[in-house]
Nanobody, 125 residues
Framework: EVQLVESGGGLVQAGGSLRLSCAAS????????IGWFRQAPGKEREGVSC????????YYADSVKGRFTISRDNVKNTVYLQMNSLKPEDTAIYYC??????????????????WGQGTQVNVSS
C-alpha cells in the first residue's frame, strides 16, 4: 500500500524554523519525485517545492526561495522540508505528494499525484 506520512508541523513564532518530514512506503522511492504543497484557509493550493528522483534537482516557489530547503534521504525513504525565517503567511496545511520520475516546472499543479494527509503549520506574529 502506497503511503505518505507527514510530520513536524506545529506552532512557531515568526522568524522561527520547522523541519517537516514526509515518510514514504509502498513504492520504489528512488524512482519518484516528491513535492511539498500547502493550502491556507480560503486560498488555493500552492506548490512549495519539489525534488526529483534521480538527480535531485529541485524547484521552489518564489515565496519560499532562500528560506526553505528540500532534501531527500533515499535510505530512509524520507523527504524533508527545512523551513527557516517563517512568516505568518506561511501558515497552512502542508502536504507531501509523489509522482514518478522528475519534477517539472508545472509540478505546482500536482495533477495526478498521490497525496499524504497533511500536517498543520501555524506561524504567529
Amino acid at each position: 500500500e502506497v503511503q505518505l506520512v507527514e510530520s513536524g508541523g506545529g506552532l512557531v513564532q515568526a522568524g522561527g524554523s520547522l523541519r517537516l518530514s514526509c515518510a514514504a512506503s509502498g513504492f520504489t522511492f528512488d524512482d519518484y519525485a516528491i513535492g511539498w504543497f500547502r493550502q491556507a484557509p480560503g486560498k488555493e493550493r500552492e506548490g512549495v517545492s519539489c525534488i526529483s528522483s534521480s538527480d535531485g534537482s529541485t524547484y521552489y516557489a518564489d515565496s519560499v526561495k532562500g528560506r526553505f530547503t528540500i532534501s531527500r534521504d533515499n535510505v530512509k525513504n524520507t523527504v524533508y522540508l527545512q523551513m527557516n525565517s517563517l512568516k505568518p503567511e506561511d501558515t497552512a496545511i502542508y502536504y507531501c505528494a509523489t509522482t514518478p520520475g522528475v519534477c517539472s516546472a508545472s509540478y505546482y499543479l500536482g495533477l495526478g499525484w498521490f497525496w499524504g494527509q497533511g500536517t498543520q503549520v501555524n506561524v504567529s506574529s
